[in-house]
């Protein structure tokens, strides 16, 4: 496991990942912080990652329900399947929301 930091939202978090996906998660992050930053400054930090997740999961149904044909020649792989990630997030999200509440 690596421990890397995400800085989202103007905060640094520290989160563990496999070793060998620290870029990837730390693309995800950054991800993650662009749609913070589009949704602006007037909600609290549990709002804005709420907003984020909602977000980039609508994106990513629209993108998933969407159908393009291939080619006929051409063989076209599979979009990656980003459900579990997506649900990851809204768990820390749920939790970090109870945790500010309480």
């Known amino acids: 496991m690596s421990n890397i930091t995400l800085q989202i939202g103007g905060r640094a978090y520290t989160v563990a990942c496999d070793a060998g996906q620290?870029?990837?998660?730390?693309?995800l992050g950054r991800l993650i912080d662009e749609k913070v930053h589009s949704i602006g400054t007037g909600h609290n930090e549990v709002r804005q990652l709420l907003f984020a997740a909602l977000i980039l999961a609508d994106e990513l149904s629209e993108n998933v329900g969407r159908t393009t044909p291939a080619p006929a020649a051409a063989s076209v792989p599979p979009a990656p399947d980003h459900s579990a990630a997506l649900e990851a997030i809204a768990d820390r999200l749920e939790k970090c929301a109870?945790?500010?509440?309480?």
């Open 98 to 102: 109870i945790a500010l509440e309480g």
């Open 22 to 27: 620290e870029e990837h998660v730390s693309g």
